[in-house]
């Protein structure tokens, strides 16, 4: 599975941003998507997350009413739109993908990262 981010950039706090992942490969065997963060100094963050279907998302608390994850199964593509961003959502955003091959075991697959700076 490879994964490709885009849509990231420089926002003035309060703005909205789209960030968009492109996956391609044996996508059929992807169960689960997800953004992750992580900023200068910190570990990465769980962003959200969102099942093969759609039917199931997950936001963390920090994000919860300002963010909204997505997918396009017939584009294989991933979305988060980001409103009303802060300051403190500055960070390098990284696509997850995790697939489960037919032995059942589970592995995790990463985008390179685009970059989002929130200035105040």
């Known amino acids: ?10 926002v003035q706090a309060g703005g909205s941003l789209r960030l968009s992942c492109a996956a391609s490969g044996s996508t059929g065997s992807i169960i689960a998507m997800g953004w992750y963060r992580q900023a200068p100094g910190k570990q990465r963050e ?22 909204t994850i997505s997918r396009d199964n017939a584009k294989n593509t991933m979305y988060l739109q980001m409103n009303s961003l802060k300051p403190e959502d ?3 955003y990284y696509c997850n993908a995790r697939v489960r091959t037919i032995f059942r075991t589970e592995y995790d697959y990463w985008g390179q990262g685009t970059q989002v700076t929130v200035s105040s």
């Open 46 to 67: 769980l962003v959200a997350t969102i099942t093969s279907g759609g039917g199931s998302t997950n936001y963390a608390d920090s994000v919860k009413g300002r963010f």
């Open 90 to 92: 500055t960070a390098v």
């Open 1 to 10: 599975v490879q994964l490709v981010e885009s849509g990231g950039g420089l």
